[in-house]
């Protein structure tokens, strides 16, 4: 079987010790399974760029040893390609135009749970509108390879919006159609996505693409308990030091490098790492918060 994993960061801000455990996991499956490991900018934001993202984490990754496969895609460049997944929907009517804000939703049913409003009552033509998908309150069962079997209903969200009123195309449709167009078959990546995994199973499914395998890693989270990210001002990695960097991260994902590797160069320990990459060492959710 052919493998083809990817990372996949947002440019929001620079890599952290987050990012780096999810492009580490994500690097040594698709290597122990002499798979490819492609990489994806998600620039599909815009207002939410760091302006010097999207040059610094391919940087970042070299220094680390994680070199991937291809080109980078970046997805500023697919707009055709959501356009053409969200067409394909309205055509199958399996999505509709929206033009509710959150106030008169919270009004009307006094929860941000969609309640269909608008697929019985379509907003004018000429009325700013976004396109939500039908999710018919499917149940969405899948077994992840670290969190084991996963239920979920698709009531809590209600309809959701795959492009929004300012014509932004959602993640949920371009990390669905770019995982479908660029082959892939297995993700990698952090558990805070756990729960979107369900809502993307269900557009594979409406849009005919097959599903990935996937794996949710344990998210890092700092000593208040919160999740590293950029919002909570997550460190950003040290170029200059890739080595003691990736050393803490096996050890986070529970893969524990010999003494006699420790003063192993960075090529030496990814060497070691993938030769000996054991996925079932990886705990469900993290030991204790990390301190940097
Ligand atoms: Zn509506």
């Not at 199958?92 to 959150?102: E, M, P």
């Not at 749970?113 to 608008?118: A, L, M, S, T």
């Not at 919006?161 to 195309?169: A, P």
Request: aromatic share 8%; glycine share 6%; charged share 20%.
């Amino acid at each position: 079987m052919t493998y083809i994993g990817r990372f996949a960061p947002s440019p929001t801000g620079l890599l952290h010790f987050g990012s780096l455990l999810a492009a580490l996991a994500s690097y040594l499956d698709a290597r122990a399974h002499q798979g490819r490991w492609l990489l994806r900018i998600e620039d599909i934001d815009p207002p939410r760029e760091h302006p010097d993202a999207r040059h610094a984490i391919p940087q970042t990754l070299e220094r680390f040893g994680l070199h991937w496969d291809g080109d980078i895609v970046f997805q500023s460049d697919r707009h055709a390609l959501y356009q053409q997944a969200l067409t394909q929907l309205a055509e199958h009517q399996q999505a509709y135009r929206c033009s509710c804000s959150r106030k008169q939703l919270l009004l009307r049913s006094g929860s941000s749970c969609y309640d269909g409003h608008c697929l019985t009552a379509a907003p004018a033509i000429d009325q700013p509108a976004a396109w939500r998908v039908c999710t018919h309150q499917a149940e969405i069962q899948f077994t992840d390879s670290i969190q084991g079997t996963q239920h979920y209903r698709l009531t809590d969200s209600g309809d959701f919006v795959i492009r929004r009123k300012d014509q932004l195309y959602a993640y949920l449709l371009a990390v669905v159609v770019d995982d479908a167009d660029q082959g892939v078959t297995h993700v990698v990546r952090g558990s805070d996505l756990l729960d979107e995994t369900p809502r993307q199973l269900h557009l594979q499914q409406l849009l005919g693409y097959s599903h990935p395998q996937y794996s949710h890693i344990p998210v890092a989270c700092n000593t208040q308990g919160q999740k590293l990210s950029k919002q909570n001002l997550a460190r950003p990695l040290d170029d200059s030091k890739p080595v003691p960097q990736l050393r803490a991260a096996l050890r986070f994902l529970g893969q524990n490098p010999p003494a006699a590797l420790q003063y192993a160069s960075r090529d030496e320990l990814l060497k070691w790492a993938i030769t000996h990459w054991t996925p079932l060492s990886i705990p469900r959710c993290m030991a204790q918060p990390w301190r940097d």
